[in-house]
């Protein structure tokens, strides 16, 4: 009786050790490089006639580094977004300098054809069969006057 007490015990162990192993070769090691901005809240832009214009830094960042310099696109979400192209300019691509993985983007408002509610305008890095556009960008610019 003894040993079926011991048997069973042991046999109970190696069922709760066993079951409790994690199997992690599901992870697949071979991704794409994923970019995309930083700042993941609403930035809201007010302008009027004495600040007509806002150079605002838009921070980005790469998933991984690179020993070459990379050009990445950056696009309008045109269905996400409602606000005259005259009221905003940008560099349509950015340039990540070899061995690095973040960078700055200019974004310039201007107080054209703008109302006195925020309109939305969203920014995202373009897809490819390389690369995954990560966070989007979330502007809203509307005018004090």
């Known amino acids: 009786m003894k040993n079926i007490t011991k048997l069973v015990t042991i ?3 190696l069922m709760f050790v066993t079951s409790c192993s994690t ?3 599901d992870f697949n ?3 794409n490089d994923t970019i995309g901005f930083t700042i993941s809240a609403t ?3 007010p302008l009027s006639q004495n600040n007509p214009e806002i150079n605002f830094p838009l921070s980005y960042f790469v998933s991984t580094s ?3 310099e990379r050009t990445f696109n950056v696009v309008v979400v045109e269905d996400e977004s409602d606000l005259p192209s005259e009221s905003y300019s940008f560099d349509a691509s950015v340039v990540v300098p070899a061995n690095e993985r973040s960078g700055i983007l200019v974004f310039s408002a201007y107080n054209i054809n703008l109302t006195n509610e925020y309109r939305p ?3 995202e890095f373009e897809s490819s069969s390389e690369v ?3 966070n989007r960008m979330n502007i809203a610019l509307k005018t004090n006057d």
């Open 11 to 13: 046999l109970a162990v």
């Open 23 to 25: 199997d992690y070769d």
């Open 29 to 31: 090691s071979v991704r």
């Open 43 to 45: 930035l809201e832009l």
């Open 66 to 68: 690179s020993s070459e």
């Open 121 to 123: 305008l969203v920014l």
């Open 132 to 134: 995954t556009s990560g």
